[in-house]
């Protein structure tokens, strides 16, 4: 059980291809001597946060990826011919009301063989740096942390359950899992989506955890947002509108310093524009480091 106190966390939210930015909030803080000694991440927050906890380097990380073509990634569910024969048995032979679907568009195999990769296999109970994943139980409705045995909160979090013993790539694959998009992870009898469906920016984790002072960085997008063209930018979008409802009662509740990186227009494609995300981040912690400092020193 967690007894450690801890000086400063931070904590990642959801976001999508914003969560680049997270990459260049890192960077500015690291670059000025400011280390999180604790992290915590929800959906693209939980990439980046296993990314520092899992001490990455970001620099080699980003050449690794410069090759590397998204769609590559993708793994559908059902391959586009058989798509096409499945509809017309269903559409001929079977009444609509009957048809039985795919639990997601894609299966995340290609995804969570990359972060295996990435992050060298490493389990949580081996890291320089706690780290904390939030996902959900879809059928239970119970948020689901993957943590590391000794950062279990003594005090008992409500409808909360810890897992101790996955990987790294485990527990983000399940973090970002957008319903509807990816194929529920199943761990250890939990069937888990993206965690930004109750906790999209999860510094209660991190006030469980003991850490004396906590850094939000908030992804959120009130105005606009980008257009939606596609059933893809439908639930990614209908994600990121309740997670952004969501976030306004978590910080409401939860003290500590927030930042949010002003990103907008951002489609949810934008793959293209990952360093121009990463340089928002960059401009965001660069205008709120004297603020930051001043937070950590009081």
């Known amino acids: 059980m967690a007894e450690s106190t801890f000086r400063f966390g931070l904590a990642l939210s959801g976001g999508g291809i914003r969560g680049a930015a997270?990459?260049?909030i890192l960077k500015t803080l690291i670059e000025n001597g400011i280390y999180?000694?604790?992290i915590s991440g929800t959906s693209a927050g939980s990439i980046v946060s296993a990314l520092y906890a899992a001490d990455v380097n970001f620099n080699e990380l980003a050449k690794k990826f410069k090759d590397i073509n998204p769609v590559h990634l993708?793994?559908?569910?059902?391959?586009?011919?058989?798509?096409l024969l499945l509809l017309y048995y269903y559409w001929t032979k079977r009444p609509m009301l009957n048809w039985t679907f795919p639990k997601g568009l894609l299966k995340g195999e290609k995804i969570e063989s990359l972060l295996e990769d990435v992050l060298e296999r490493k389990h949580f109970n081996n890291l320089k740096v706690p780290l904390s994943v939030v996902s959900v139980d879809i059928n239970s409705g119970q948020t689901v942390i993957f943590c590391p045995k000794n950062n279990v909160p003594r005090k008992k979090m409500n409808n909360t359950v810890f897992i101790t013993d996955q990987s790294l790539a485990v527990a983000v694959r399940a973090s970002i899992s957008l319903p509807g998009i990816f194929i529920p992870k199943v761990v250890?009898?939990?069937t888990l989506v993206d965690g930004g469906i109750k906790n999209n920016i999860p510094v209660d984790i991190l006030h469980a955890q003991k850490a004396k002072k906590v850094i939000g960085v908030d992804l959120g997008v009130s105005e606009n947002r980008a257009k939606v063209d596609s059933i893809v930018d439908i639930l990614m979008a209908t994600i990121d509108i309740m997670g952004d409802e969501?976030?306004?009662y978590i910080r409401k509740e939860n003290p500590g310093y927030y930042i949010y990186p002003d990103i907008q227009g951002i489609g949810y494609k934008d793959f293209d524009r990952i360093p121009e995300i990463i340089k928002y981040g960059e401009i965001a912690a660069k205008k709120e480091l004297p603020n930051i400092?001043?937070?950590l020193s009081s």
């Open 22 to 24: 997270h990459l260049g």
């Open 36 to 38: 999180p000694d604790i």
């Open 74 to 83: 993708l793994d559908p569910t059902i391959p586009g011919v058989y798509t």
């Open 188 to 190: 250890k009898g939990h």
């Open 246 to 248: 969501l976030s306004y």
């Open 293 to 295: 400092i001043e937070y």
